[in-house]
Structures are given as C-alpha cells and as structure tokens.
C-alpha cells in the first residue's frame, strides 16, 4: 500500500530501536538499569487518584465533556495566581492531551507549508515533528556548552528571525537541564518583539529545580502575554504522565485558534481526569519540594558518580534529565548507547535524537531511586568501557 508523503518527514523513532535490543537481550536473560525514558517513578497523590476514581464512579462523567469546566479553568487561573502570581483568564486556557500532544497540533494552527519556525537544538523531538507535520522549514537555533545551554539569539540571522512565525523555548530544558534566568526570558521577548515572532515556551519542569533556586512562569515577565503562549504540564510535578493532562495558555486569540484546531478531532478531555486536574492543582507545595529534593538527590548520585569513575559529569541545574557529553570515542551516540546497554546493562538515549547539536551526548533520565543510580555507575565501571586514566572508551 502506499502511504502519505508526510510520513516520509519522519525518521524511526528512536526508542523503537533501543527497546527491540533490550527485548533481545532479554530474551537472553539480561537485565538492564532503565535510565532511557522520563516516566516518574514516584507514586501518584492518593488525593488524585480517589478524585479520578469517584468521578469515574458517575455515569454523567462518561459522556462527551465537549469543553474545559469552568471548574478546572478556574482551578488553572487560582493555581498560577499562588504558584507564579501570574493573573490569567479563562480566554487565555485551552487543554490538551499532555504538551506532546499539543506542541504536536501547533504548528498547524500558525504554519503553512513552508514558513520558518525556530527550534533549541537539541530539544525535545516532537518539536521537530509539530513543524514537520505543518510542512514548515526548521531552523535550528544553538544550546550549546559554551552559553550553559542557554539560548544563542547572536546566533540566528535578523533576516533568519524576521520571517520566523514562531520560536520554541524550554527551560528548564530537556534534554540539557539547563534554566532560565530573568535575564534571559526579558531578551527573548525583546527578540521575539522585534522581529513578530510568537514565543512558545515548553514548562514541564518548573518543579524540578535545584540548589535553591525556584521555577516559574514565562508569562510572569512584561509583554509575556502578549507575545507569546505556555505549555504548562501537569505531568511531572504531579506524577501524570499517564493520564496526559497538560494546558496551552497564554494569548487569547492563540488559544482560541489552537481550540478550533482540536475541536476537529476531539470532544474535549474526559471529565474524571478533568477532576483530577482540579486535585492536583490542589496539591499542597510541601509534597511537590520534597519530591524535588529526591529527584536532587538521584542528580547527585549520577553527576558526582560518573565524575569519580572518570566520566565528568556537570550537575544540572533543573529537570528530570542529565545530559552528558561522550568521552572521545569516535562512536555515534547511538552507537554508544547500544555498547552501554550490551556491556553495561545501562540503557540511556542518545543525544542525535534531539537534533543535530544533539550528537556527541547522551541524556540519562532520573526514573530510579539514587541505589540503583549508583548500581548503574558501578556497572558502567565494571564493564571496561571507561578507561579512567585517558577518559576514553
């Protein structure tokens, strides 16, 4: 059969290729330390849980929802009042099936085929895919070593930026766990004011921030709301990944577009995890800091054990992720992964698939109590690949 042109924008998906090796090897009798894809291993609140357990308990509730409540938007708008101290309305909320999702539609609701969009490389992948899926030409901006994995606006021609539609940011930012200043927020609004760019900014991990330092909101700088749209997910802080509950929220006339888009596909989230939503963002701040004191905690157990066994490792300011630069191997990344899950029972994801400037690194996810984060550093010793002395494998 033959099928549509536009799959042939897609490359293999990368998790694909990693889990038919370790099916493989299973089968053999190994066993691996999965450090590959970001699913919390933490427990989901019992007060979300029951939430979404006695909503579902009513017939009403499995019907088309057709809409975001009132009750949830309002719990939205509430939650960025105490959380950020950002003012938002309702008009400014649209829902979605988790941020990957969404950031997937939303190249449709502002592309034609052919218009320039700005993508962080490395970065999250279905930021490639939302832009392919809308036919728009890719342009890479850098995160790069040099800047702290920050964004490089020197780096992207005024030409380059005066025909981009939109631009994409995530801080902190999978995969290089890097976060955003005040002062580098306040530059890309000015950038993106100057050349008519909408900001789309990724906030999945607000609440995983460490030593000291608190995450916020984009919207909460001056002129944020008027350039550009969030994507605020519930998903880690909250332990949701499951259930794919997620917000666009920001302009208006953005969201409203991006409503339209999927009212075409779709008839609204279902209530029960509507309710769940409203729990969460209920949930007192104490249990979502010490989450993040645990998920420090594993940081550390990975960043400082690799450094001691001769891999230098750089603890990350923020999200659930460590983005780690291969020793000089003249491996690929992915062809070090497939060594690093062999020979050391590790899997991790290589960094070529988060673009091109992905290459040369490896991003490990933090989805293991900091023992077994520490059992894994032991293997990758024992295995020989690390050479301590040269630092090469």
């Given at each position: 059969m033959n099928f549509s042109d536009c799959l042939n924008r897609f490359d293999d998906e990368v998790f694909a290729a990693l889990n038919t090796r370790r099916l493989q090897l299973e089968a053999q009798g190994r066993t691996f330390l999965n450090l590959s894809i970001g699913t919390p291993d933490f427990e989901t609140p019992v007060h979300i849980r029951q939430a979404l357990a006695e909503a579902a308990m009513d017939p009403e509730n499995w019907k088309y929802a057709l809409r975001d409540t009132p009750e949830m938007l309002n719990a939205v708008c509430e939650y960025y009042q105490s959380r950020f101290h950002v003012t938002i309305t309702p008009d400014m909320i649209a829902s979605c099936y988790?941020?990957?999702?969404?950031?997937?539609?939303?190249?449709?609701?502002?592309?034609?085929?052919?218009?320039?969009?700005?993508?962080?490389?490395?970065?999250?992948?279905?930021?490639?895919?939302?832009?392919?899926?809308?036919?728009?030409?890719?342009?890479?901006?850098?995160?790069?070593?040099?800047?702290?994995?920050?964004?490089?606006?020197?780096?992207?021609?005024?030409?380059?930026?005066?025909?981009?539609?939109?631009?994409?940011?995530?801080?902190?930012?999978?995969?290089?766990?890097?976060?955003?200043?005040?002062?580098?927020?306040?530059?890309?609004?000015?950038?993106?004011?100057?050349?008519?760019?909408?900001?789309?900014?990724?906030?999945?991990?607000?609440?995983?921030?460490?030593?000291?330092?608190?995450?916020?909101?984009?919207?909460?700088?001056?002129?944020?709301?008027?350039?550009?749209?969030?994507?605020?997910?519930?998903?880690?802080?909250?332990?949701?990944?499951?259930?794919?509950?997620?917000?666009?929220?920001?302009?208006?006339?953005?969201?409203?577009?991006?409503?339209?888009?999927?009212?075409?596909?779709?008839?609204?989230?279902?209530?029960?995890?509507?309710?769940?939503?409203?729990?969460?963002?209920?949930?007192?701040?104490?249990?979502?800091?010490?989450?993040?004191?645990?998920?420090?905690e594993r940081r550390d157990a990975l960043c400082d054990g690799l450094t001691a066994i001769g891999w230098p490792v750089p603890r990350n300011a923020g999200s659930m992720f460590v983005w780690a630069k291969i020793p000089v191997t003249g491996m690929s990344s992915m062809d070090f992964c497939l060594a690093l899950m062999d020979r050391a029972g590790v899997i991790c994801t290589p960094g070529s698939s988060f673009g091109p400037e992905g290459e040369g690194y490896v991003r490990f996810a933090l989805v293991l109590p900091p023992a077994q984060i520490r059992q894994a550093v032991s293997q990758i010793q024992e295995s020989g690949l690390l050479d301590k002395t040269t630092g090469t494998f």
């Open positions: 988790g941020s990957q999702e969404g950031i997937g539609h939303l190249g449709m609701v502002l592309c034609n085929p052919g218009d320039t969009v700005l993508l962080p490389s490395p970065c999250y992948p279905v930021f490639i895919a939302g832009a392919k899926m809308a036919g728009a030409e890719i342009v890479y901006y850098p995160l790069s070593e040099h800047t702290g994995f920050l964004p490089d606006l020197d780096a992207i021609p005024a030409h380059v930026a005066d025909r981009a539609r939109y631009m994409i940011v995530s801080l902190p930012s999978n995969p290089t766990g890097s976060v955003g200043t005040p002062e580098i927020y306040n530059r890309l609004i000015a950038f993106a004011r100057e050349h008519h760019i909408l900001l789309v900014h990724d906030n999945a991990y607000s609440d995983i921030i460490y030593d000291g330092l608190e995450g916020g909101s984009f919207l909460g700088y001056e002129h944020a709301a008027s350039t550009g749209v969030e994507f605020f997910s519930l998903s880690k802080s909250f332990n949701l990944t499951g259930a794919r509950i997620s917000f666009l929220i920001g302009r208006p006339d953005v969201v409203a577009a991006f409503r339209k888009l999927r009212s075409q596909i779709d008839f609204g989230m279902f209530l029960p995890l509507q309710k769940a939503a409203i729990a969460a963002l209920k949930t007192d701040r104490s249990v979502i800091k010490a989450q993040c004191l645990r998920y420090q």
